[in-house]
């Protein structure tokens, strides 16, 4: 399938979704968003792919915010639907079961910084730019940003960033937390592909179960939790990747981890 705002490739496992309107610095329309459903589908439903790595096309912006000329036009009813419909798509991301990077490769401001928040971690060239300025427009985020970032980053600082609608640098992302790694432009995607092949290598059940217990803790109590991963970790030793990776480890060899969800 092919798309006019994605361009999606999947090699050894590891699939890359890069958003492309790079005259319109590649900024979130209805059109995109209803593409990005579609990818998300077609990525969940591939067994193959172990890793979704997120990027934004050309070397100004991963996602530049909304589209406001298109924001611009919307009464209050048509902005709640294109909130929702962003939402729906950017939990769904979040849900993928299959662990996701952001390689972020410039500015990642408005539903940019709310994409990236919804990825399981972010790496971020030395030009990224990190923001949520929608209250210069008079509004506020509205695809989630209030919710993700202050449970990343803490309210604090995540009212700080909201009420002024400032932008941080990466490396100031990375002091708050925002992101794991800063890179030079010309290796960013480099060393994103390197960690996603390290992952990619892993067992299917391993990455399902342990990506399930990480999130689960960001919403139940610690003892709801124990109890998550002490059930995870019971189906991964029963799985065909646990034998594998337990008898490599006994026979002094590397893993070959080709175990499916259902064996």
Known sequence: MSYENLVLTVDAGIATLTFNRPKALNALNGALLSEMALALDRIAADEDVRVLVLTGSGDKAFIAGADISELATFNALEARIFSKKGHDVIGRLQALTIPVIAAVNGFALGGGSEMALACDFIYASEAAKFGLPEITLGIIPGFGGT?????????????????????????????????????????????????????????????????????????????????????????????????????????????????????
Do not use: H, W
């Open 147 to 263: 919710q993700r970032l202050p449970r990343l980053i803490g309210s604090n600082m995540a009212k700080e960033m909201i009420f002024t609608g400032k932008m941080i640098s990466a490396v100031e992302a990375k002091s708050l937390g925002l992101v794991n790694t800063v890179c030079s432009p010309d290796t960013l995607m480099d060393e994103v592909m390197k960690t996603a092949r390290a992952i990619a290598a892993k067992g299917r059940v391993a990455l399902r179960a342990a990506k399930c217990a990480v999130n689960a803790a960001q919403d139940v109590d610690l003892q709801t939790g124990c109890n998550i991963e002490i059930d995870a970790f019971a189906l991964c030793l029963a799985s065909e990747d646990a034998k594998e990776g337990t008898g490599a480890f006994l026979e002094k060899r590397k893993a070959e981890f080709k175990g499916t969800y259902t064996r």
